[in-house]
């Protein structure tokens, strides 16, 4: 992960959920259904989400000498897309706007003509484009039940959550301020936390001052 | 409250972050940087380079001060009095003996982590497996300071003398 170099940013999760008897065949079933799969630019996709193999993310065929490493499971979430830069885009699409023109012997097309030949342009670039590779490493500790993701991101972590639970039939906790709080302290406790109201730093000489200044004014 | 989204029960609970960090940073300028964990172990704590300093409304008022030493700087104090609370610091703990340094944020987000240097070991998976053991300590020293916090802020009068205290160093004492 960035977990095998110097300096790592990741978000931790609590494994919630209890493993069965056959919970490796389990993970590994469901890395293969939920694994990552090409991009479908015909129905008008540009991204795709799903696992990969954590020492090649490449790699998609999982088997158990890739994935497991007592007490370690090893995996990545890769996110491939396709990208078509505005510049490339517009060039192409000036292009194809003066061949439409002069096989019509038109001065000009329409808006929706327009807009046409340019998602036509756009489907074919991204056709042709490769995809943009962020493949962020999962590190599951079966010893802690804790498992790493090497990705900050809120976006892909939501992804990640909801691909561990359809796929890997994986409940994670994500160990953040409110994982905590509601980990860690009982009903009561959060009740009363979630009802507390902000308390002020400011010293009283300060806020007297600032008070009696506003009231000037 | 669990029938909240998770982003609404962030919302709702970050302030806690907010104020959990500038509590920190003001006992750890109080207390030579050591704190005293559930179990009786200790820890230090020491603010380092960057402060990242918001107001209630973050979007619009937040500001970062770089200095060397946030718990020895007129700046930051300043801000405090205005009313701003620390919403990223970055920091350096060290526990038995074990130094980590991160950047951490008021949702207790890590970033920028550096584990402790560990001897060099030819297997890439042990690697991996200290990693992972030193990741569970910084998270459950982290967690702990701030539970301990929490139950000090739903005491009324713990956290009475506390605030006292705080807004002492804020002001200008120490």
């Not at chain 2, 009313?83 to 703990?93: C, D, E, P, Q």
């Amino acid at each position: 992960m960035a977990l095998t170099q110097g300096i790592v940013s990741y978000t931790p999760y609590q494994v919630e959920s209890a493993a069965g008897p056959d919970w490796k065949a389990a993970v590994l079933d469901g890395l293969v259904r939920g694994r990552v799969s090409a991009i479908d630019v015909a129905v008008g996709r540009d991204r795709t989400t799903g696992f990969a193999v954590f020492s090649d993310p490449l790699d998609t065929e999982f088997t158990v000498e890739k994935v497991f490493f007592d007490p370690l499971v090893l995996f990545c979430l890769r996110v491939d897309r396709l990208v078509v830069p505005p510049s490339t885009l517009r060039l192409h699409v000036r292009r194809r706007v003066a061949e439409v023109l002069a096989a019509t012997r038109r001065q000009r097309l329409s808006r929706e003509e327009r807009e046409e030949v340019e998602e036509q342009v756009r489907a074919d670039l991204l056709r042709r484009a490769l995809p943009a590779i962020t493949a962020c490493e999962a590190v599951w500790d079966t010893r802690s039940n804790r498992l790493r993701l090497s990705t900050t991101s809120q976006a892909l972590n939501e992804e990640f959550t909801v691909r561990a639970r359809e796929f890997l039939g994986l409940e994670l906790r994500p160990l953040n301020l409110v994982g905590v709080l509601e980990s860690r302290l009982d009903a009561e406790e959060l009740d009363q936390a979630y009802h507390l109201l902000p308390s002020s730093f400011v010293p009283a000489v300060v806020a007297d001052r600032v008070s009696r200044l506003e009231d000037e004014t | 409250m669990t029938t909240l989204s998770m982003a609404d029960r962030m919302r709702r609970a970050q302030f806690l972050g907010r104020e959990f960090l500038t509590w920190l940073l003001v006992r750890s300028a109080q207390n030579d940087q050591v704190f005293r964990l559930s179990d009786g172990r200790e820890v230090e704590v020491f603010f380092e380079r960057a402060l990242t300093l918001e107001g209630e409304n973050p979007a619009r008022e937040m500001s970062t001060i770089r200095v060397e030493d946030p718990t020895d700087s007129e700046e930051v104090r300043l801000a405090l009095s205005l009313g701003k609370k620390v919403g990223r610091a970055r920091v350096k703990m060290v526990f038995q003996g074990r130094e980590y340094e991160f950047v951490v944020d008021s949702t207790l987000a890590l970033k920028s982590v550096r584990f402790p240097e560990t001897p060099l070991a030819v297997d890439p998976l042990e690697v991996l497996a200290d990693k992972a053991d030193a990741a569970r300590e910084l998270e459950d020293v982290l967690h702990d300071l701030f539970i301990a916090f929490v139950r000090m802020r739903l005491d009324p009068e713990r956290w009475t003398v506390e605030l006292d205290e705080v807004t002492a160093w804020v002001g200008g004492g120490s």
